[in-house]
């Protein structure tokens, strides 16, 4: 049973044609519509503007542009081709990338009840995010092959202080003792002492936890103990924190360098006390 519909008395029953227009032009994409013959008969503003082509007298009546050889012309004569073989076979195409005037679109044609809807979906944007992406991807590879093979330590850690990155220099020092450990328990777990070798690093002294407030942190002189292995070496420290572009601390990267190992001060013998008692 048809649903009834309440129209104001003074407004006028709208042609199909214009109906059908108003839809493809509500389209943000380029939009052709096409016959068996690939006759153009309908072409949205979008598709105008693409191929440079003279639109109908009245927006919303059906009209004949040509073929679709003349409407697209010799430089995309070629996607005349693709669409021609495509038609002549039955088939749609869905998701075909192709190069328009230097922009990129994804190609779309499937037959409808009484045409063929040929639809351009303009993606330079994407694949341009895409592409940056993956030169980012190149980039940061290499940037971190180059901090691996860098003759002293190298760690960055996010705004949790959750570490992200540890290069080889750091890994064999320490080992994996820092990975697991809270940033808090850091001089604990990896053995970070204070310039005389015995003091752990604490409040004031502590590197990352300095430069995740904001600070910058240049060549503290610390001890280096790693507690399973028991070597010792004396390092400068630094550390500095990564902003974004409302100026939030987002990260922190530390670099530390050996100066020389670490030889605790010798105990006065029993011998020396004795001397000294003589005396």
Not at 67 to 92: F, N, P, R
Not at 128 to 133: G, V
Not at 237 to 253: H, L, N, Q, T, Y
Request: aromatic content about 8%; charged content about 30%.
């Amino acid at each position: 049973m048809p649903i009834p519909v309440m129209k104001r008395p003074d407004a006028p029953v709208e042609p199909s044609g214009a109906l059908f227009a108003d839809l493809l032009e509500s389209s943000g994409y380029p939009v052709l519509v096409l016959d068996s013959a690939l006759r153009v008969h309908h072409a949205n503003e979008k598709a105008l503007g693409l191929f440079k082509a003279e639109g109908p007298a009245r927006p919303g009546q059906d009209c004949e542009f040509g073929s679709l050889g003349e409407y697209l012309g010799e430089t995309a004569s070629w996607l005349c081709e693709i669409v021609a073989k495509a038609v002549d076979e039955g088939t749609s195409l869905k998701r075909k990338d192709v190069s328009i005037g230097g922009d990129a679109y994804s190609l779309s044609l499937h037959r409808g009840e009484a045409a063929w809807i040929l639809r351009l979906r303009p993606v330079t944007r994407e694949l341009s995010l895409e592409y940056q992406a993956k030169r980012y991807r190149a980039h940061r590879d290499i940037l971190l092959e180059a901090m691996d093979g860098i003759e002293g330590s190298i760690v960055i850690v996010d705004a949790g202080g959750r570490i992200r990155f540890m290069n080889r220099f750091t890994r064999k020092h320490v080992g994996d003792l820092m990975r697991d450990a809270d940033i808090a328990s850091w001089p604990e777990a990896a053995g970070f002492y204070r310039e005389d070798g015995v003091t752990l690093l604490d409040g004031p002294h502590r590197i990352f936890p300095r430069a995740l407030e904001g600070k910058t942190v240049i060549d503290q002189p610390i001890v280096i103990r790693n507690e399973i292995t028991g070597e010792a070496i004396r390092a400068r420290a630094s550390a500095a924190p990564v902003f974004d572009e409302k100026g939030r601390v987002v990260s922190a990267i530390g670099w530390f360098h050996r100066v020389g190992v670490f030889e605790p001060p010798l105990a006065t013998s029993n011998v020396t006390k004795l001397d000294d008692k003589r005396e």
